[in-house]
C-alpha cells in the first residue's frame, strides 16, 4: 500500500505539475501587452512548477511514504495558489477589467483542473487509493466535460477556412456533451458495486470516444507541427490537450482493472 501511495503520488504530480506550468504559458501569450502584472505572476507560477518538477528528480518509487505525503502537501499549496490566480483571472475578464484573448471558458477549464489536481492530492494522503464506484463517475463527468471544452476550444482556434477539421472538433464538442450529461445522470443515481456491468459499460463506451477525440487530436498535432494547417493553435497546445486525452485513457484503464479485481 505504502508504495502505491508514493507511485501514485509522485506519477500525479510529474503529469499536472507540468500542465499547470503550461497553463500559465498559454494565459500569459493571451493577455495584453500592458497586463505586466498578470504576465509578471504567471511567470511566477512557471518557475514555481519548475522547481517542484527538478524537486520530483529526488525521489522514487522507493522513497519514505512521510517524505511524499509532505511533498504533497506542498505540492497541494502551489495547486491551490494556482487554481486562485486563474479564478482572479477569470473574474476580472467576466467583468471586463481586462481585455484578453483568453476565452473565459478556458479560464474555467484551467481552474478546474487545479482544483482537481489539488483535491488528487489530499486524497492521497488521505489514503483514498481505491475507486468507489461514486469516484468512477465523478472523475468521468469531470474528464468528459475536459474533452468537451477542448473540442471547442480546438473548432475556436482553428482558421474558419479549415470547414472540415471545424465541422469535425463541433462533432466531438457535441458527442462530449452528451457523454457528460449521460455521466451526470448516471452520478445522480448514485450506483453501487453491484452495479458494475453498468459501470463496465459506462467506460467501455467513454473508451470509444476518447480514442477517437485522442486520435483527432494526434492528428491536428502533427498538422500543425508541420504548418501543413491554418489556426492560432500554439503546437504546446496541441500536445497538451494531446496528453490530457491519453491521461484520460490511461485512468479508464486503471477504473477497468479496479472494478476486474472487485469481481
Known sequence: MASQFVARSLDEIRFWSRIMKEHALFLSLGFNFDDTKLIQEAQQYIDLFERIEQQLGQFTVNSDPQQIATFNNQVYQAAASIWAYKRKVLGLSLRCEIRSNNFPLLLDHTSREAAYFAERLKELNEGKLKPTPAKIIKENVFFLRIMADHSKFIGHLLDPSERKLVDQAREFSHDFDQLVFQATDLDSMRPQSETQP???????????????????????????????????IHPLLADHVFREAERFLHIIDMFEASLTSNK
Open 198 to 232: 453498468i459501470l463496465d459499460h459506462f467506460l467501455d463506451e467513454n473508451r470509444v470516444s476518447v480514442v477517437a477525440l485522442r486520435d483527432f487530436k494526434k492528428a491536428a498535432r502533427e498538422l500543425i507541427e508541420e504548418c501543413r494547417i491554418k489556426s492560432i
